[in-house]
C-alpha cells in the first residue's frame, strides 16, 4: 500500500498555478524525498496532504484516506514538523512534553526522555531560549514521540551544523526500523537525499520530473564525456534515452538512460568516457537551464 | 567509525562503503572470521539509508568478500577469490583509467609501456617470493 497516493493534484493560488496535475506515490515502509529549487511549491504539496490547503483539483490519499478526511484515530499517525515549528516560548522544554504528551493519543513518555537525551536538550530551559539548532531537533524528538507511522518533514536538519546534523539523521533512521513508518521529507541537499531517503521525487516547474527508488534510476541513467565534431550534435540527441546533449570544449556531454555502445556505433563520434552520475547531475539535467 | 562518507564525490555511496571495506580486508585491518556492523546498526551509525548498506554488504558478498549466513549477522570471508572473469574484468577497468589518464597527460603508447615494465620489475625485484604480480594487481 502507498502511504501517500496523489492523482493528478492541482493548486492554484488564485489564477496562479503552483501544482499541475502532481501523481506521486511513497510506498509505504519508504524514506522519500522530495526535491526542488525554492519556490517549486514542496510546502505546498505537504500542507495539502496535511489538509490545511484545499486541492482545486485532483485527488489525493493519506494512509489510504481521502486528502482531507482523515478522522483523529488516523490523524494521529501522522506527524508533520514544519520548517519552522512554533512552539509557545514561555514553556520549558519538560513542560512542553507534558503538554504535548496530555494531548496526543499516541505519545510515548520514555522515547521522548530517550530524544531528549540524545540531543542534549536541558528540560528546564525555555523554549523559547533554545537555539535555532536545538529548536529543531526538538520537533523531530516530539514528532517521533507520537510514534507517527506517517512522519513529514518540512526541510529538516536546515540549520544544523554538521555534528548535530548526522545526530538528528542518525535518531531519524534509527526511528524508521518500525516496520511500515514512512518519512515524506521535502529539502533542497541532494546529498542529504541521496545519503538517506531511498525514493526521490524532482519537483519542478509545477510538475513532478522524475521520481522513483534512487538506486534504481541513478543506475540507469549515464553521464558521458563524447569526443565527436559538431556535425554529432543531432545524431547523438536523436539516440533513444538521450534527454540532454550539451556542447563541450571538445565534444558533448551527453545524459540520459542510454548505453555508451549506443554513442560509440553513432557517426562521427570518436571517443566515449563514461562519468559518474549522482543525484546532483540529475538534478541540474532537469532544472539546470 | 573508520568508513567515511563523501556526498559529493559522484560515486554511489553504496560502493563507497564497500570500497573501504573490501581495502580493510585487503590491507589485513579485517581478517577472516571479523564480523561485521548489522545493517541496521552501520546504516545509522553512517547515517546512510539502510537499503544502501545491503546494496554494499551484497556487492561485497558477490565478491567473496563477506559471507552473510542467514540470521547470524556479516562475516568476513578473508581476502577475495575472484572469479577468473571478474579479475580480467577488474584489471581491464584498471588498464582503462590507466590509459585515460595516460591520454590526458599527454603520453603515448611506447612511454605508457616502459612505465608499466619499469613498474613490475621494480615490484618483482623487492619481492623475492615472486608474489609481486599480485601485489601490483592491487
Not at chain 1, 522530495?34 to 482545486?56: D, E, Q, V, Y
Not at chain 2, 612505465?115 to 609481486?132: F, I, M, T, V
Request: hydrophobic letters at 45%.
Amino acid at each position: 500500500m502507498s502511504a501517500v497516493s496523489l492523482r493528478n493534484l492541482c493548486k492554484r493560488y488564485g489564477a496562479v498555478p503552483v501544482l499541475d496535475g502532481i501523481d506521486l506515490e511513497v510506498p509505504a515502509g519508504s524514506i522519500y524525498g522530495l526535491l526542488g529549487l525554492n519556490g517549486a511549491g514542496k510546502t505546498t504539496l505537504l500542507r495539502l496532504l496535511m489538509g490545511f490547503l484545499h486541492p482545486s483539483g485532483g485527488a489525493g490519499f493519506l494512509l489510504g484516506r481521502p486528502l482531507g478526511q482523515l478522522e483523529g484515530k488516523e490523524r494521529a499517525r501522522v506527524a508533520y514538523v514544519p520548517e519552522q515549528p512554533a512552539f509557545y516560548p514561555g514553556l520549558r522544554v519538560g513542560e512542553l512534553l507534558r503538554f504535548v504528551g496530555a494531548l496526543h493519543p499516541r505519545w510515548d513518555p520514555d522515547a521522548a526522555k530517550r530524544y531528549l537525551d540524545a540531543f542534549g536538550l536541558p528540560p528546564e530551559r525555555k523554549v523559547g531560549a533554545l537555539s535555532t539548532g536545538m529548536r529543531t531537533q526538538l520537533a523531530l524528538g516530539l514528532a517521533l514521540s507520537t510514534q507517527p507511522q506517517l512522519l513529514i518533514l518540512d526541510e529538516p536538519a536546515s540549520g544544523l551544523d554538521p555534528v548535530h546534523r548526522k545526530r538528528y539523521l542518525q535518531a531519524l533512521l534509527e526511528a524508521c526500523a518500525v516496520p511500515e513508518r514512512t518519512v515524506l521529507l521535502t529539502s533542497q541537499d541532494l546529498g542529504l537525499v541521496e545519503r538517506t531517503c531511498d525514493h526521490f521525487a524532482l519537483l519542478h516547474d509545477r510538475r513532478i520530473q522524475v521520481a522513483g527508488p534512487i538506486a534504481e534510476i541513478l543506475d540507469a541513467e549515464r553521464r558521458l564525456l563524447v569526443s565527436a565534431g559538431p556535425s554529432a550534435s543531432s545524431a547523438l540527441a536523436a539516440l533513444d534515452g538521450v534527454r540532454t546533449v550539451r556542447a563541450e570544449a571538445h565534444g558533448f556531454l551527453v545524459s540520459g538512460r542510454v548505453e555508451p555502445d549506443a554513442l560509440r556505433r553513432t557517426a562521427g563520434v570518436m571517443k566515449v568516457q563514461v562519468l559518474g552520475v549522482s543525484l546532483e547531475e540529475l538534478f541540474w539535467d532537469y532544472v539546470g537551464e | 567509525m573508520w568508513i567515511r562518507i563523501d556526498s559529493h564525490s559522484g560515486v554511489p555511496i553504496y560502493r563507497q562503503i564497500a570500497a573501504q571495506i573490501e581495502q580493510a580486508v585487503l590491507s589485513g585491518v579485517l581478517q577472516a572470521g571479523d564480523k561485521l556492523p548489522a545493517v541496521r546498526e552501520l546504516a545509522v551509525e553512517l547515517a546512510v539509508n539502510p537499503a544502501t548498506v545491503v546494496k554494499a554488504y551484497a556487492e561485497l558478498q558477490l565478491g567473496g568478500l563477506i559471507e552473510q549466513p542467514r540470521g547470524r549477522g556479516t562475516f568476513v570471508l578473508g581476502r577475495p577469490v575472484l572469479a577468473a572473469a571478474q579479475r580480467h574484468e577488474r584489471l581491464k577497468s584498471a588498464v582503462e583509467a590507466l590509459l585515460v589518464e595516460a591520454e590526458r597527460l599527454g603520453f603515448g603508447p611506447d612511454e605508457v609501456l616502459a612505465e608499466l615494465r619499469h613498474a613490475l620489475q621494480e615490484a618483482a625485484s623487492h619481492d623475492p617470493d615472486g608474489e609481486g604480480e599480485r601485489h601490483v594487481g592491487r
